[in-house]
């Protein structure tokens, strides 16, 4: 007999999902230990907390369009601690919600850190000893910050959202998401923003087009972006940070922000000397089924480092629970997730970029790039793009691009018509709505480019 049927290590989004299907659908016995708050980055420090930033950052332009729409209107000084206290009691808010989620699901909380003994048994840090049939890691990641002279001087994003105060002058290095997103929230917010990023363009593995686009339209907003610039060093000094270039460039900041990249959460925690495999970035290697080499043992969400979204996690962990608790054998779909940017403008993308496509076959590629009516009216330059890859001998649409306002917003669509295995021809015979900006998704009649 065991204590539990299930212990998930990790309150997140993979794992919270996991524990309550189990719990609540499949009459499974569950515990859950999570050593900080329960939400998981996306909840406490990433998604949501991220996105209320970028809410609160887009208030001048829209008081500039307001202005230019005949409205009196004026944006006076930005209060940060007023806004990071209505933050804090909000991500308190779902901290709550996602304990109720598990309580009323059946499901028993440690507020606690847990580590594996055995292939059945938990450790929790206050030295109480569980057993469990299954255990499901559910760990998450956080933030990795390269070894340079001075690397204790920067933040990541995970202290972003404590600030004291906001700086005057910020440094982002990397050019991902988390790197681009905070550049334009800091921007927004009125902090000069200097952004350095290694690689050639911003956005890696998006379609290049779109990386241009984004990038191009950040510079125009004044984001000082610098491509091919690596930090070598950075100092403290009487009046900030001093960071010394790989390109020779010598600048102070009152604010340093890394976000080049995440590493999973396994250290410390007994997996290896059980024999779960560890891959060469720390994460936890799994099947399909997210079963480790160790049977009993599974892992879900940003640990395994595969698509590391928090959609991409839930759909991890409700497949788990389906499979292992319901009887349901279930794997999560990874082809065509979309995602989205948020960036100013934001990025939506699903599929293969043109580049991608291309090296798999003939394309025909569909673009359309304009000013929107609503901007274009304020007298902004904001251009948006659309765009369609094509599948030259089937004409299935193999990816799709936007970006624009709202673009993640009509992604989500997008990808639904994409995931059904729509042709370009599908998306011609829809009428346009109109007058909207993704009606030019169904109104590109003739390729811009054949490959
Ligand atoms: P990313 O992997 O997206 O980007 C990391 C960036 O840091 C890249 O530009 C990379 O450069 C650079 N970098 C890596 N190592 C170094 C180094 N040693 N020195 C200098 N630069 C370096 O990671 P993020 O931290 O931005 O985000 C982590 C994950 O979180 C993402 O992959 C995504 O899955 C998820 N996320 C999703 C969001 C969304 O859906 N909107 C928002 C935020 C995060 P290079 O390109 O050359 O490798």
């Known amino acids: 007999m065991f204590d539990y049927d299930l212990f998930v290590i990790g309150g997140g989004s993979g794992g919270v999902r996991a524990a309550r299907i189990a719990a609540a659908e499949g009459g499974a016995k569950v515990a859950l230990a999570e050593e900080s708050r329960m939400g998981g980055t996306c909840v406490i420090r990433g998604c949501v907390p991220k996105k209320l930033m970028v809410f609160a950052s887009e208030y001048p332009d829209a008081v500039a369009d307001a202005r230019a729409y005949g409205w009196d209107a004026t944006v006076g000084g930005f209060d940060w601690v007023k806004f990071r206290t209505a933050l804090e009691a909000e ?249 989205a940017v948020f960036t100013q403008p934001e990025l939506g993308s699903v599929g293969l970029s043109e580049e991608a496509a291309r090296a798999a076959g003939p394309v025909e590629i569909y673009t359309a790039s304009f000013r929107p009516m609503k901007t274009l009216f304020a007298g902004r330059p904001d251009k948006v793009l659309m765009k369609l890859v094509v599948d030259g001998a089937s004409k299935r649409v193999l990816g799709c691009h936007i970006v624009g306002p709202e673009a993640g917003e009509m992604i989500q669509l997008a990808a639904i018509a994409i995931k059904m295995g729509a042709t370009k021809a599908d998306f011609d015979r829809t009428v346009a709505v109109h007058p909207t900006m993704s009606e030019e998704l169904v109104t590109m009649r003739k390729p811009t480019r054949v490959f």
């Open 91 to 339: 991500l308190n808010r779902l901290e709550g919600a996602y304990r109720n989620t598990l309580k009323n699901a059946g499901v028993e909380v440690f507020d606690a850190r847990a580590t594996l003994v055995d292939a059945h048994r938990v450790r929790l840090a206050d030295g109480r000893d569980f057993s469990a049939k299954h255990i499901l890691i559910a760990t998450g990641g956080r933030p990795f910050v390269p070894e340079i002279p001075g690397a204790e001087l920067a933040v990541t994003s995970n202290e972003m959202f404590h600030l004291e105060a906001l700086p005057k002058r910020a440094l982002v290095v990397g050019g991902g998401y988390i790197a681009s997103e905070f550049a334009c929230i800091l921007h927004g917010l009125g902090v000069e923003t200097t952004q350095y990023y290694r690689g050639a363009q911003i956005l890696r593995g998006f379609d290049d087009e779109a990386r241009g686009h984004v990038s191009n339209a950040m510079r125009a907003r004044g984001i000082d972006i610098h491509c091919g610039t690596d930090v070598e060093r950075l100092e403290q000094t009487a009046e900030g940070i001093r960071a010394v270039a790989t390109d020779g460039t010598d600048r102070e900041f009152d604010l340093v922000m890394y976000a080049t990249g995440r590493l999973p959460n396994t250290g410390g925690l007994g997996l290896e000397a059980l024999g779960v495999g560890i891959g060469r970035k720390g994460e936890v290697l799994v099947d399909a089924w997210s079963q480790t080499a160790v049977p009993s043992v599974y892992a879900v969400g940003d640990v395994t480092d595969r698509i590391n979204l928090t959609p991409v996690a839930i759909r991890e962990g409700h497949a788990f629970a389906d499979t292992v608790f319901r009887g349901v054998p279930t794997q999560a779909d990874h082809e065509l997730v979309a995602s």
